[in-house]
């Protein structure tokens, strides 16, 4: 009894193990793709080597033809200009190598062979972006404001005419002026037309009177203007 129990007990412990063990052999199916998803350390290749990285300086070009620079061999794989009025075409531009580039660039000036005027120009804060507007051009980033509301130096202000009144420029006229014309230029001419077309000055002769009675309308009309009565 003691051994078939013994047995009995033995066959289950088996059974409880089984499903828990798989065999080696089935594991191995599974080990390629294992180690190609995760591979340690031990399957990485060990090199001494430090990694490559392509270094590729700003401006090199993919050139084979030598340098410019009088006796280098080396391939000019870098532009720079021949002097800073050549325009910017091959026929401007010599190719250097990375040494002889380098030497140019700490001897290269920008100014040399310029006048004065083109250097102060090229230092200007605004060199290089100025152009030309017409007046039509400049209006057309403005608006309307009649009343200045927003600014009072939109556009400069009319001068204000002091004999604008109805008759005035006529009457100026008639006395030899203008509309710059003063209250005290006005009774001088008056005066001087006065003395120059009366009779009395001329011998009693009446020819002028046609013009002595235009100088004193014109003084009447003058006189009761505004811009005189702020004179006098």
Known sequence: ??????????????????????????????????????????????????????????????????????????????????????????????????EHVRAFNIGYNFFDGLSPDEIYEAQSPLAGWERAASPRGREAFTFGDAHDLFTTESRPRPPVRKWSGFGDPQA???????????????????????????????GGDRAQEGKLQAVVNAYTHLKSASAFKSES
């Open 1 to 98: 009894m003691i051994s078939s129990a013994s047995s009995a007990s033995a066959a289950r412990s088996r059974v409880s193990i089984s499903p828990a063990t798989t065999p080696i052999s089935t594991l191995s199916r599974y080990a390629p793709h294992l180690y190609r998803t995760h591979p340690t350390a031990k399957d990485r290749p060990i090199t001494t080597d430090p990694p490559r990285r392509t270094q590729r300086l700003h401006g090199r070009l993919d050139r084979e033809a030598p340098c410019d620079h009088v006796g280098c061999p080396n391939p000019g794989e870098f532009r720079a200009p021949r002097s800073n009025r050549a325009p910017g075409s091959d026929a401007g531009w010599q190719f250097l190598c990375l």
């Open 172 to 202: 100026l006229g008639a006395l030899g002026l203008d509309d710059t014309a003063t209250a005290i230029d006005i009774r001088r001419a008056y005066k001087r037309l006065v003395r120059r077309y009366h009779p009395d000055s001329n």
